[in-house]
């Protein structure tokens, strides 16, 4: 669906591991056109380089300049889901230092007119978004999720050890000081534990269009 020039709409996903936030931030930014933001990326992608480096996390000038020369298509080409990256991220995003530095790309990139921001805080990061939606599940099916993803780049990765992984992530992004997370205020909740990815799109579909009839009238679609 091809929205109008005049259309300004800026949308965010947050959940913990396998939720379905990152699945659905896609699908969106297909379907309306999004520029599309996952925060995620940019964690890992700063764990991967402090750890091919063999920097440390108090290395500002190190941090600095990895962050204010961030490319997205290198980013895709990383590779950031080893066990090593996934635990090593989880530790750097209690770091307030990374997060201001993160946080100053995150803000520049939602500037433009049509944008999806996904991650673990970016509905709490953005307050003043048009629509925040909130994804839920349960630790069984999240894991399960996860394990598919795992699997095409560690064969010897373990349900069980996918399982512990993504508990001990959730309670550390949950628990930890600077910008935990949690329910978004105003946020519309999702939980996908037992929906298919086809309901799920309906039913985050419509919540948009929802917002874009009451925002702009029913002439907000390009013809």
Partial sequence: ????????????????????????????????????????????????????????????????????????????????????????????????????????????????????????DMGVLFPGADVKFFFKCSLNEAAKRRFKEYKKASKKITLNEVKKGIKIRNHIDSTRKFSPLRIPKGAVIVDTTNISKKEMFIKISKVIEGKLLLKYGRNYKAK
């Fill in 1 to 120: 669906m091809k929205l109008k020039n005049k259309i300004k709409l800026l949308i965010t996903c947050d959940s913990g591991a396998g939720a379905g936030k990152t699945t659905a931030a896609k699908y969106l930014s297909r379907k309306y056109g999004l520029h599309l933001l996952t925060s995620g990326l940019l964690y890992r992608f700063v764990a991967y380089k402090l750890i091919i480096s063999k920097k440390t996390t108090g290395d500002v000038s190190f941090l600095k300049k990895i962050t204010k020369n961030i490319n997205l298509e290198i980013i895709k080409k990383s590779k950031l889901y080893s066990i090593q990256v996934t635990k090593f991220t989880a530790e750097i995003a209690k770091i307030k230092k990374i997060r201001q530095l993160l946080k100053k790309y995150q803000k520049k990139f939602s500037t433009k007119k049509l944008v999806i921001l996904e991650g673990r």
